[in-house]
C-alpha cells in the first residue's frame, strides 16, 4: 500500500484551527494542536468536553466544520476514506458488533484486506486481548459488555492498523484484564504502532501516556508532557477535573 509522505517527519496527526459543531452548537472550538508519532498520547478531560468526537474526527467518521487535520502531513480531506479505515483503527466508546460468532466479528477486516489468520494466529489476538480460545466461535450475542469492548480492540488489531485510536477501552473491565490490555499496548507502541487513548483514568494515564491532550468544553486547554502535566498540577485540581469519576471510584 502507498503511505502519503510517510515520515517525513515525526508527525502523525496535525490539526489546524478545528471546530465540529451541530447546529449551533460547538462541540469542539478552535483546536490546533500536532500529535506526533512517539509514545502513547492520551486524552483527557470531564465528561462530555469532547474526546469521542476528537477521535472521530481523527479517523474520519465525522468531518470537521472548520479547519484542517493532516494524516502524516497529507490533508485528510484527500485521503479515500477506505485507506483511513485500514490505517487508523477506532475502538468506539459503545463496541458495535454485529451477529454472528466472534471469529466472524475478527475477520470482518482482514477478509477486505486480504489478511490471512489461521485459528491459531487468532487464538494469540483473543490472548492479547484478555480472551481465552474459547471465545473464538461463541455468539457475540450475550457477551458482557467487558467482552465486547475487548472483541472490539481484536477485531481492530486484526486489520493490522499504523494507528489505533482507542474510546475508554478499558472503562468495563476488572483489574486483571485491564493489566493484560495495557500490556498489550505497551508491547504494540514498541512494534511501532501509535496510540491515543482517551481515558477516564488518572492512574491509567500515568501508568501509559508520554502526552496528553487536556479537553475542556470542547477547547483544547493544554497540550503537555504526561511528567509534566503530574508535576505542573497538584492532585486536587487533577482530581477536580475529573469529578464524576473521582466521586465513582471512591464509592
Ligand atoms: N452528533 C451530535 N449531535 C449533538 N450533540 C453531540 C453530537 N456529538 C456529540 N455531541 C455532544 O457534544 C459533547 C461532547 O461529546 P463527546 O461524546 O465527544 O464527549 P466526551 O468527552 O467523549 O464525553 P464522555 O467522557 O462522557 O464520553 C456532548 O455534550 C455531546 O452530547
Ligand atoms: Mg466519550
Do not use: C
Request: net charge negative; hydrophobic share 35%; aromatic share 8%.
Amino acid at each position: 500500500m502507498t503511505t502519503p509522505n510517510i515520515e517525513k517527519n515525526n508527525e502523525l496527526f496535525k490539526l489546524v484551527n478545528i471546530a465540529f459543531q451541530v447546529g449551533e452548537n460547538k462541540i469542539l472550538n478552535d483546536i490546533t494542536a500536532d500529535i506526533n508519532s512517539s509514545g502513547i498520547t492520551g486524552i483527557i478531560g470531564p465528561s462530555g468536553a469532547g474526546k469521542s468526537t476528537f477521535l472521530r474526527l481523527l479517523n474520519k467518521l465525522i468531518s470537521p466544520s472548520e479547519g484542517k487535520i493532516f494524516y502524516k502531513t497529507q490533508d485528510t480531506k484527500d485521503i479515500p476514506p477506505q485507506i483511513i479505515r485500514k490505517e487508523i483503527g477506532l475502538v468506539q466508546q459503545r463496541p458495535f458488533l454485529f451477529n454472528g460468532t466472534i471469529k466472524e466479528n475478527i475477520l470482518y477486516g482482514p477478509k477486505i484486506w486480504a489478511i490471512e489468520y489461521s485459528d491459531n494466529d487468532l487464538i494469540q489476538l483473543l490472548q492479547k486481548v484478555a480472551l481465552g480460545k474459547e471465545f473464538l466461535n461463541r455468539q457475540v450475542e450475550g457477551l458482557s459488555g467487558g467482552e465486547q469492548q475487548r472483541v472490539s480492540l481484536a477485531r481492530s488489531l486484526a486489520n493490522r492498523p499504523y494507528v489505533l485510536l482507542l474510546d475508554e477501552p478499558t472503562s468495563s473491565l476488572d483489574i486483571n484484564s485491564e493489566e493484560i490490555i495495557e500490556t498489550t499496548l505497551k508491547q504494540l507502541n514498541q512494534e511501532g504502532i501509535k496510540i491515543i487513548i482517551v481515558t477516564h483514568s488518572l492512574e491509567q494515564t500515568e501508568r501509559l501516556t508520554e502526552s496528553i491532550l487536556f479537553l475542556r468544553e470542547g477547547k483544547l486547554i493544554e497540550k503537555i508532557s504526561t511528567d509534566n502535566f503530574f508535576s505542573k498540577y497538584d492532585i486536587n485540581e487533577i482530581h477536580s477535573f475529573f469529578k464524576e469519576k473521582i466521586t465513582e471510584e471512591k464509592k
